[in-house]
């Protein structure tokens, strides 16, 4: 194994296709991906390239510091590896301030109850019953969260993920006061869902920089591989389930995904994730869409919370079922 360091640390000058030319091995030879791990804030992202460009599996490792703008485009990494490995995956400014700001406006027209809506499908802080924990079923109701939810920078990223043929099931409100938000505990979304197969994934949109002193969430790396683990109940409200202590232990470390606002994190069905409360005086709030694939079957046997959204592609049998069930509302 050899190491060196890139010449180009920490600039923003070359294009990884630029990289790759200056690389002194045959591109025939050359299988490359780019991961990147959590750590600086606001979309500097420590990167790696791990280049396997031999048969002895000689790698070399290439520290690049790519801007936000850089990893926000699609050529640059194996993003489908990368969460296929990990069970999640964080892509910057995949939306901007702007688009987040309104939504965020919205979010106050609701909180201010300014916006009629259904009181059931909102929840509130225990600590503080005036402001939102979460909202359900906005794309439903504003089309603003559905034009961001259907927004073709957010699906061309999940489609790299899941593949063509995109539902969603549904959607939220995930927010967080400041000094009060209270905690998410551990657990598996699909634990609380009826489908199968076990193929899902949630966009974490972050309204606003979620960092680990205002309660961004954590996850644990591969926990996806273990499949669906037991879960028990919990008096936190809105997240009945949590991880037992005999499946926590299975599991390694966890890490922080921190997100700059108009950054997307996504989440597998079976990732391990939780939030800690928010102790900083920064709001963090996220609005979250939960997709499925065209391969998606109602497991559930009561009604519909939420009629699913037809995205593109091949409708799953989970859609088209759904024409038959009265949805509840
Ligand atoms: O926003 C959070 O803190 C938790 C969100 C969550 O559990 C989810 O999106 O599945």
Redesign the pocket.
């Known amino acids: 194994m050899s190491m060196f360091r890139s010449p180009w640390s920490a600039s923003d000058r070359y294009m990884f296709s630029d990289v790759f030319r200056a690389l002194p091995v045959p591109l025939p030879y050359l299988s490359a991906s780019l991961t990147y791990g959590p750590g600086q804030r606001h979309g500097m992202k420590k990167s790696i390239l791990h280049s396997s460009f031999d048969r002895e599996e000689t790698c070399v490792y290439i520290g690049v510091d790519y801007p936000k703008s850089r990893l926000m485009r699609g050529e640059t990494m194996d993003r489908k590896q990368f969460f296929s490995d990990n069970g999640y995956l964080s892509a910057e400014g995949v939306f901007s301030e702007a688009e987040m700001d309104d939504l965020m406006r919205r979010v106050a027209a609701l909180e201010g109850q300014h916006t009629p809506f259904p009181e059931g499908d909102l929840k509130w802080e225990p600590s503080n019953p005036s402001v939102l924990r979460n909202a359900f079923g906005l794309l439903h109701r504003d089309p603003a969260f559905r034009a961001v939810a259907t927004h073709p920078r957010l699906i061309a990223i999940v489609q790299e993920l899941l593949g063509p043929n995109l539902d969603i099931y549904a959607d939220?409100l995930?927010?967080?006061p400041a000094h009060d938000?209270s905690v998410?505990p551990p657990?598996q979304?699909m634990y609380y869902w009826s489908f199968e197969p076990y193929n899902m994934l949630?966009a974490?949109i972050a309204l606003e920089d979620?960092t680990r002193e205002n309660?961004?969430?954590t996850v644990i790396p591969a926990s996806h591989k273990l499949g669906l683990l037991e879960h028990e109940q919990t008096d936190v409200p809105g997240?009945t389930w949590m991880l037992t202590q005999e499946a926590l232990c299975k599991l390694g470390d966890e890490i922080p995904v921190e997100l700059s606002k108009g950054s997307v994190g996504f989440?597998h069905c079976l990732t391990y994730?939780?939030?800690e409360p928010n102790r900083s005086p920064r709001s963090?709030r996220?609005y979250?869409v939960?997709f499925m694939t065209g391969e998606a079957r109602w497991t559930g046997t009561g009604e519909y919370r939420y009629p699913f959204l037809h995205v593109q592609g091949k409708p799953s049998p989970a859609y088209q079922a759904m024409e038959h069930v009265q949805v509840e509302r």
Do not use: Q, Y
């Open positions: 939220g995930f927010a967080k938000g998410v657990h979304d949630t974490w979620a309660g961004c969430m997240n989440h994730h939780r939030s963090r996220a979250t939960i």
